[in-house]
């Protein structure tokens, strides 16, 4: 584990994937306010900061999902 946190290719894709998802969750919330006519600039960036921090602490503890080899299917000839 130590050994991929210290690869700097880990954090460029985690960091990706953070951004993704601070931009999904900042759009969201610039909607969701738009809809209730309220406009709160420091829920929408704290929101946005914790799924930041949701995200990098996800792809640290579970890791990356591309990282995760998918099983080799098989193919005896059975139908």
């Known amino acids: 584990?130590?050994?991929r946190l210290t690869a700097?290719?880990?954090?460029?894709r985690a960091l990706a994937r953070?951004?993704?998802t601070a931009?999904?969750?900042f759009l969201g919330s610039v909607a969701t306010c738009s809809v209730i006519q309220e406009i709160?600039?420091?829920a929408i960036?704290?929101?946005t900061a914790l799924a930041v921090?949701?995200?990098?602490a996800n792809s640290v503890i579970a890791g990356l999902p591309e990282d995760?080899?998918?099983p080799e299917e098989t193919d005896d000839g059975a139908l």
């Open 8 to 12: 700097w290719s880990f954090w460029d």
């Open 40 to 42: 709160d600039p420091v």
């Open 23 to 25: 931009l999904q969750g």
């Open 45 to 47: 960036l704290s929101g």
């Open 68 to 70: 995760i080899p998918e």
């Open 1 to 3: 584990m130590l050994k």
């Open 53 to 56: 921090l949701v995200s990098l």
């Open 18 to 20: 953070a951004l993704r």
